[in-house]
């Protein structure tokens, strides 16, 4: 390897760590903007508290597009430094891939690869405003038959299909059957938490969804064009007070490279953090950290932990796990 192909790779790698931390800067920068605007909303309640976020807020947003502006450029200075890397090494390397492909073709027969579908993973967290800790019992506490305003934010330029899967996912009443298993399913969440009823705190069961560029909304959907270092389709956080749900912010990262179906899934599996519930250990599972199941559409067993948790009872760690 030349020297100048080591001092791409170094400058590489610094900026590859340069772009981490601003990346790092520009998730903590966002999430305190959504955090000034939840306590905002919550104090501006009492008529005693004056507030004035507005300056503090208009300067995290104005540092908010710089990081994003030294984002784009980092990228784009990383992309040119690996193509010129890649088209060196393809120089070194062609005569002996050459001799390699002469070698393999003559002493064995090559099979063809198999298409293998990646499982999907994701996070969950939670911000406590009382600043404790936090378990995965959490509902929202609103009055019966308020809808939730759900707001998509389409920062990745997805398509207007791209966008009806994700309304689909939520709003959708339509059921599936397994073949197999003669088990129903659910394809969104308004036709799942409809069949619930008797419960002590009111599960959302209507959703009034907005697209707009701003943070309003109790359940903010941004589709990103941001891809996560750690491989993550998605994500929820969720801010509470105690047990009860302010508001939710999903990220599903690199949006626009996604299929219709996928979107429709890690929306799917999102909301239902949205909505309150935890991971489950079945993999089998629609809530399950990694998306691997053919099915992944809202079992009863979900529709089963959401009644207990808006009953006030915490579901076990494995639920859904006799599924």
């Known amino acids: 390897m030349t020297q100048r192909m080591q001092t791409n790779e170094e400058s590489i790698k610094q900026l590859r760590g340069k772009l981490e931390h601003l990346t790092n800067e520009l998730s903590k920068t966002t999430e305190y903007i959504q955090l000034l605007e939840i306590q905002d909303e919550i104090k501006s309640k009492n008529d005693n508290i004056d507030i004035e ?45 050459v001799i390699l492909l002469f070698f393999v073709a003559t002493n064995y027969v090559i099979q063809p690869a198999t298409d293998g579908d990646p499982s999907i993973k994701t996070r969950y967290t939670i911000e406590d405003l009382q600043g404790g800790t936090t378990d995965n019992y959490k509902y929202w506490n609103v009055a019966n038959n308020t809808p939730l305003v759900i ?104 949006a626009g490279k996604l299929t219709d179906v996928q979107t429709e899934s890690i929306v799917r599996h999102e909301f239902g953090h949205a909505l309150g519930l935890p991971h489950t250990s079945n993999a089998s599972d629609l809530m399950h950290d990694s998306i691997t199941t053919n099915h992944s559409y809202i079992s009863v067993c979900d529709t089963e932990a959401l009644q207990k948790l808006y009953n006030d009872v915490k579901p076990s760690e494995g639920f859904c796990d006799n599924e």
């Open 53 to 97: 976020p507005e300056h503090e807020i208009s300067e995290l947003l104005q540092k908010q597009n710089t990081i994003s502006h030294e984002i784009i450029l980092v990228k784009k200075r990383i992309q040119k430094l690996s193509a010129k890397t890649i088209l060196k090494i393809e120089l070194l390397i062609l005569p002996v891939v």
């Open 151 to 254: 707001n998509i934010i389409n920062n990745a330029g997805a398509s207007d299909q791209n966008i009806q899967a994700v309304k689909n996912a939520i709003t959708s009443t339509e059921t599936v059957t397994d073949d197999n298993s003669q088990t129903r399913y659910f394809k969104g969440w308004q036709g799942a938490v409809q069949t619930i009823s008797d419960t002590k705190h009111y599960i959302p069961e209507r959703f009034n969804i907005i697209q707009s560029s701003s943070s309003e909304g109790q359940i903010v959907i941004t589709l990103s064009t941001i891809k996560d270092a750690n491989g993550y389709s998605g994500i929820t956080k969720t801010i509470v007070d105690g047990n009860q749900i302010l508001k939710a912010f999903i990220t599903i990262y690199d």
